[in-house]
């Protein structure tokens, strides 16, 4: 597909029309974690419904948003759902969000994702710092005519940014709670992973899994911004317990960590210089 053909534009004069003031930081908000929205002072609302070329709540089942407003000190754009390859979307339409936000002025981006733990040291509820990942989802956010102001190739060599992640290390460490670091391979979905897929994921030097981010990291970079990423372990990836993998029970895991990625991103927030 032509990534030209979603109007990034006439998205971008929707939801700026509503703004008071640009954005400096895009958060993205996976699946269970959206209650940061509520800390939002002066916060605006759009309704992904009132962005021009994104899919009627009934196509996608359950609705997102946009909230705008000002947390710890930051003016933030946060955006609560995002658009998922398994639901059948395009690409440049799973992508726009970010596009969107950048073209509002955030400079840099924090993404949150659920994800399935492989390494030893995730379990449900524990958080992970993404370090590095794994495009495992067989396509590439950047294929196609090369976006106007788009890095044709971006470098990966440091997908997530150094200054980001230290900050967020210094932000856990002070408030006394647990970040793991590791390296996030992103897959297709709808379908949890097979044992076998597991057991090659961890060969592979993947720690945890997931449906999601990649292909808006990949966007990010590509128009030169940092990127910050948290994975919230909701289960043990497949065949690594006993447990069989029901979606509901994957997402009611981790109220607790929730909050704890909350604060940590609160933190993360309170020290990014403007
Ligand atoms: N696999 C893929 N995606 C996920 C998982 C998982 O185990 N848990 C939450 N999202």
């Known amino acids: 597909m032509n990534p030209m053909s979603f109007d990034v534009k006439r998205a971008v004069a929707a939801v700026g029309a509503k703004l008071v003031d640009p954005p ?44 705008a407003g000002s947390l710890d000190g930051r003016r933030v754009l946060i955006q609560a759902g995002r658009f998922h390859l398994y639901e059948g979307l395009p690409m440049e339409l799973v992508c726009a969000p970010v596009r969107i936000a950048a073209a509002l002025g955030v400079r840099a981006c924090i993404f949150t994702n659920a994800a399935g733990g492989i390494s030893r040291k995730l379990h449900p509820g524990s958080l992970m710092l993404i370090d590095d990942h794994i495009n495992l989802q067989w396509r590439s956010a950047l294929a196609g005519a090369v976006v106007e102001g788009d890095e044709r190739f971006p470098d990966m060599s440091a997908p997530y940014d ?17 970040l793991e670091r590791g390296t996030y391979a992103a897959v297709m979905g709808p379908s949890y992973e097979t044992p076998a897929e597991v057991r090659m994921l961890a060969k592979m030097g993947a720690d945890a899994v997931g449906m999601s981010t990649v292909p808006e990291v990949i966007t990010a970079r ?14 043990h990836a497949a065949g690594l317990s006993l447990e069989l993998l029901d979606h509901d029970d994957v997402m009611a895991v981790g109220a607790q960590a929730r909050v704890k990625l909350s604060k940590i991103i609160c933190g993360v927030l309170s020290r990014i210089q403007s």
Do not use: W
Request: with cysteine; proline share 5%.
């Open 162 to 178: 150094g200054e980001l992640q230290r900050i967020a290390v210094a932000a856990a460490l002070e408030l006394g709670e647990r």
């Open 24 to 67: 400096e930081v895009l958060l993205v908000l996976g699946s269970g974690l959206g209650g940061l929205v509520e800390l939002v002072e002066d916060a605006v609302s759009v309704s992904f419904e009132d962005v021009p070329g994104f899919p009627p709540v009934g196509v996608k089942g359950h609705s997102g948003r946009y909230v």
């Open 222 to 235: 590509a128009m030169g911004l940092p990127c910050l990423g948290f994975s919230l372990i909701t289960n």
